[in-house]
């Protein structure tokens, strides 16, 4: 039976994990390539005197890497995974069907996982239930309504992720607003005062 490598990258263009088959017949007689399915992604391994040149679309940064390796390591054995220079991570396999299937599923999860730990870091910042506590708090800032149980007037508001943190400037203990459900602004809109729970002097 001829032998067969499994090459695997992400497409930098459309995200999606890309695998494809050759033969070693075909990775050492010509150029090889493996395409996305978008057209865009696209692995060449040109044969060299010692090996191959490699041409690999990378999902992790968007650029496009090149490495020269051996034939012995390109066809046999474990197979070969090719890092990312500007992430330091891998972002390239070649070697058996089941190693590669494996890593791909493994790297595919953690750029998934990636994508929501980003979305979730500014999704409140922008949303309307944060801008509607802040303004709630400037308003109530306003009139003259918060204050510290130490019996300060100045404080510090800083912005979370899901709420707004009111510090004291004095004591520095903290009144945390959640700033994230409907619920949230409508408990704030009825307070015509807040108070960070200092101690007293
Ligand atoms: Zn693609
Ligand atoms: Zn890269
Ligand atoms: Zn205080």
Known sequence: ???KRTIGYICPACGRP???ERTAFALTASVAAVICDCGK???????TETGARLTVPCGLCGKEHRAEVDQKALLQGPGIALSCPETGRLCCYIGPEEAVTARMEELAIAQEKEKRAEQE??????SIIMYEVLS????????GGISCGCGSHDYQIAIRRTA?????????TVLRLPAATDEDLDSLCCRYTLQIPGKKP
Do not use: H, W, Y
């Not at 870091?121 to 922008?126: G, N, S, V």
């Not at 709630?136 to 009139?143: D, G, L, S």
């Not at 707004?164 to 520095?172: F, I, K, R, S, Y």
């Open 18 to 20: 890309v695998l494809g």
């Open 164 to 172: 707004v943190d009111l510090t004291c400037a004095a004591c520095g």
């Open 1 to 3: 039976m001829e032998t």
């Open 121 to 126: 870091e500014t999704a409140f910042l922008d």
């Open 136 to 143: 709630e708090v400037k308003e109530i800032a306003q009139r």
């Open 41 to 47: 992604g696209r692995f060449l391994s040109e044969p």
